[in-house]
């Protein structure tokens, strides 16, 4: 059997970003330690929300509640369906919208060194290349078209 390195890096690419997308979400659900712990950004939903805030400084608490809760919904989407490659192309495109979003947001209200400290663009770059590709191996993707 021939590497095929194409698709080994959209295996990478896939499986990074879809942690990438999962990890976030368990450190604001709790999971990765308590807040300031150093094993945590937020720890827990109240100081994601406070984030989210920040960078959404115009909006009200509840405001940035509901859009952390939707931020967070299309994360675990997201990070489930790239690491199982469902409809990956897509998922791509929607990995490098939502995190072009947080870059834009994260520009204008912290700077722009902000999304620079952190692989967002990396990630943006990461899902565009996935929504240019046709073909997904290793994926449920290929095993649908298979049939």
């Known amino acids: 059997m021939k590497l095929n390195v194409t698709a080994l890096a959209q295996l990478f690419a896939r499986i990074a970003l879809g942690l990438g997308f ?4 368990c450190d604001r659900l709790g999971f990765m330690g308590v807040p300031g712990s150093g094993k945590a950004a937020w720890g827990d939903w109240s100081h994601f929300v ?13 405001t940035a509640n509901i859009a952390g809760l939707l931020a967070t919904i299309a994360e675990v989407v997201l990070g489930v369906c790239l690491i199982v490659g469902f409809k990956t ?21 912290l700077g722009i060194a902000a999304p620079f400290n952190y692989p967002v663009f990396v990630f943006t770059g990461a899902g565009l290349l996935l929504f240019t590709q046709h073909s997904f191996r290793w994926s449920i993707d290929a095993l ?4």
């Not at 999962?22 to 979400?25: G, R």
């Not at 406070?50 to 509840?62: K, Q, V």
């Open 22 to 25: 999962l990890l976030p979400v």
């Open 50 to 62: 406070a984030y989210t805030h920040t960078l959404m400084p115009f909006t009200s608490l509840l």
């Open 89 to 109: 192309k897509w998922m791509g495109l929607g990995a490098a919208i939502i995190t072009l979003t947080f870059a834009v947001f994260m520009i204008a209200s």
């Open 144 to 147: 649908l078209i298979k049939k």
